[in-house]
């Protein structure tokens, strides 16, 4: 059976019977327990502290009982062995340690070698040590410097040598029993699993399915959760397995590389080797030899990524593979797993549930939860993310809120992997798929990054971009299907995008002011040359729609861009859709807007200022605001005459805002309501209603 090796590091005038205590314990293990009394310093042999770290370096696991003394310090030819180990800022100042003790030696060994964990327990305040004697200003400096230099852990402490024990046994967990090769990267999040129970089950299908397969392929966007539910149904299947391995399949060269780490892990003797050729050899092989393991290939997520990964998956025949990736292009024969957006029920949940204690409680949480979720468009990560904010912060939702409308971009470029357990922050999770885009997928997206979260049908993609040089069509929406920034609606011909996604892309583009401004004014003439049709014609209404809202939040972006040209244009179709529709407030404030840029822009005489002006007081008179609507008809009435004169036609029956439309199609010649209420003003018959 093979034996674990394990460390244990003590200043033996504090701990040598707890930790003498602790190695007998350990004894009803199969490992070997080693201190540094261990080594023998013979004459003309290896130093004590070479010795102390060659051992160290191969161990399995560390445990350092971290107290108030140093210990005594190996003499200064010992460590000129072992400079590039020294941490340049251990030995700057504030710290000053340039000449560490033994002890202090062995925990920057285990720091600097450590593959399968260091467990760290410091001595309580009432501690009583073994020997008597006084604390000493360099283990002092040195214990800050673990915690504010490395972020070690020291909140474990024990006042006693039966606390230490206790403390090291549950840390260590099943060390030292039969050994099961595990590299997973996570733990099990237990009820935090939320909304995924169901889909747990389709990748033990997948993986057994009748047709021969042995690979699950899980996709989806980024920061969805694929790694998260891969490693779940790892653990869930512990049992099942003999062996649960982990690697990151993010480009060949490094998957390479990590199949032979894995040396490590199986306890190969190949893993000595210095060549990584022998190691990945040998890893093979014991894949090839042992039955029954379990691998996840984690984040295949270019095309060359994913080729590897699929060429080992094929030639690993006796385990079980779990492949994730962002791409929806698979090899023939592979059957993929669709990993969705939570359920807004579920998403909520989550951040109640993970905030419990962190956050500072509300009476409105429930709500509050929703209002989150929903602004994070139910995305995994984001939900993630949040949680750890609000609880590193003690913030309420509500605060989260407030700081997620009004500085967005700390709260996403925020990052903290010991909370989290993801070292990326939200805005860089999609870097890696953006960077992969083809100039015209890249184009697409940025243009999209203007948008509302409404669905965009698939025919905008069938109009032209003015003035832009990048192609058009279906293919830039499939480059950004490929790497999952879309998503495409599987029984209407339409797409969504990602809030967070577009968020990321736009405000990555506005660090490149020339390039902001350029994208938004394609946008803006993509969206116009679409949005054909008679806003008062029922028949336009279908495809003006579907398009509105993606216009309205465009417009007033271009508009304050001072991008006159088409946004007034445009501006003036959505007042008069909403107008017709009864959609009141959103005519008032779309008409006011063009209104203020058409007078902004070309004086207060222009011909195009009348029409702005009628359609805004046709709108105010609808909804029984005469006294509002009447000089606004009066300056729209004088501009008309000043244009054409008195008897003009058009001074008889003002136009509405002029418009392109769609072959084959004429506005309608209705003037309805508006126009009857102008040709009544202008006889003197419309007079406000008396208060």
């Known amino acids: 059976m093979d034996q674990q090796r394990i ?46 770290h060659d051992y160290i370096e191969a161990c399995d696991k560390v445990v350092a009982f971290v107290g108030t003394r140093s210990g005594s310090s190996p003499p200064s030819a010992a460590m000129d062995e072992f400079p590039h180990l020294l941490p340049d ?19 920057i060994f285990a720091l600097r070698h450590r593959r399968n964990g260091f467990v760290a327990i410091r001595a309580a305040a009432g501690y009583a040590p073994d020997d008597p004697g006084a604390p000493d200003d360099q283990q002092t400096r040195f214990v800050a410097w673990l915690m504010e230099a490395r972020g070690i852990d020291l909140t474990t402490s024990a006042a006693s040598g039966l606390e230490f024990q206790n403390h090291a046994l549950i840390s260590l967990g099943d060390f030292g ?163 969705d957006l939570l359920t807004l029920d579920d998403a ?33 990560l984001g939900l993630v993310h949040a949680a750890a904010y609000i609880g590193e912060r003690r913030y309420s939702f509500a605060r989260y809120l407030t700081e997620w409308h009004a500085n967005r971009a700390r709260v996403m470029d925020w990052a903290n992997e010991t909370v989290t357990g993801y070292p990326l922050s939200l805005a860089q999770t999609w870097l890696t798929s953006m960077s992969q885009l083809t100039e015209a997928g890249r184009a697409l997206l940025e243009r999209l990054s203007f948008f509302g979260n409404d669905p965009v049908p698939e025919f905008l993609l ?45 405000r990555r583009l506005a660090t490149k002011s020339a390039a902001h401004i350029a994208r938004l004014t394609e946008a803006m003439g993509w969206l116009d040359a679409a949005f054909v049709g008679d806003g008062q014609d029922p028949d336009s209404w279908p495809r003006l729609d579907v398009l509105a809202a993606h ?28 107008h017709a529709k009864g959609q009141y407030a959103r005519a008032e404030r779309t008409s006011r807007a063009a209104l203020t840029a058409v007078e902004r822009s070309r004086g207060r005489t222009h011909f195009d200022l009348a029409v702005h002006l009628n359609n805004l007081a046709g709108l105010l008179q609808d909804t029984n605001r005469l006294t509002e609507a009447e000089p606004l008809m009066r300056r729209a009435l004088g501009i ?17 805002q002029p418009r392109h439309v769609a072959p084959g199609h004429q506005p309608s010649d209705r003037s309805g309501i508006a126009d009857a209420a102008r040709a009544r003003h202008r006889r003197g018959e419309l007079r406000p209603e008396p208060s």
């Open 640 to 656: 008309y005459e000043a244009t054409f004169g008195p008897d003009h036609p058009t001074v008889a029956s003002p136009p509405q």
């Open 89 to 107: 800022d251990l030995a700057q100042p504030p710290y000053g340690i340039a000449e560490p003790s033994y002890t202090q030696w062995e925990v």
């Open 7 to 52: 460390f244990l590091s003590a200043v033996s005038s504090e701990f040598r019977v707890a930790r003498a205590a602790l190695a007998k314990t350990l004894r009803g293990r199969p490992l070997v327990a080693r201190e540094q009394d261990s080594f023998i310093n013979k004459p003309g042999s290896a130093t004590l502290l070479t010795k102390l």
């Open 348 to 380: 909520a949940r989550y951040l109640l549930t993970a905030t419990e204690g962190g956050r500072r409680a509300q009476p409105d949480d429930a709500a509050r939860a929703r209002e989150l979720a929903e602004a994070l468009d139910r995305l995994t």
């Open 177 to 339: 029993r039969p050994h099961k090769p595990d590299n997973l990267p996570y733990r099990s999040i237990g009820r935090l699993f939320i909304g995924r129970d169901d889909f747990l089950p389709r990748i033990g299908e997948s993986l057994r399915r009748a047709a021969g397969g042995a690979t699950a392929i899980v996709h989806g966007l980024g920061g969805i959760g694929k790694t998260r539910a891969a490693v779940e149904y790892a653990l869930r299947h512990l049992d099942e397995y003999t062996a649960l391995l982990f690697l990151r399949a993010t480009d060949p060269a490094s998957l390479d590389s990590q199949i032979a780490a894995l040396a490590w892990v199986l306890r190969l003797a190949e893993d000595a080797s210095p060549d990584d050729r022998v190691k990945r050899q040998a890893v093979l092989a014991w894949l090839q030899a042992h039955p029954g393991w379990l691998l996840i290939l984690d984040n295949a997520d270019t095309p060359d990524a994913l080729r590897a990964a699929d060429e080992l998956a094929r030639e690993l025949r006796l385990g079980h593979v779990i492949l994730t990736s962002r791409l929806t292009e698979f090899p023939l024969g592979s059957e993929s797993l669709d990993l």
């Open 462 to 506: 069938d109009v032209p971009v003015p003035g832009a040089e990048t192609a058009d069509g279906l293919d830039p929406l499939l480059d950004l299907q490929r790497f999952s920034l879309i998503a495409r609606d599987a029984e209407a011909e339409r797409f969504t995008i990602h809030r967070i996604v577009r968020d990321v892309t736009n």
């Open 551 to 578: 216009a309205e939040t465009v417009v007033f972006l271009a508009d304050a861009n001072a991008i006159i040209e088409p946004t007034v244009r445009t501006m003036g179709t959505l007042g008069v859709l909403f």
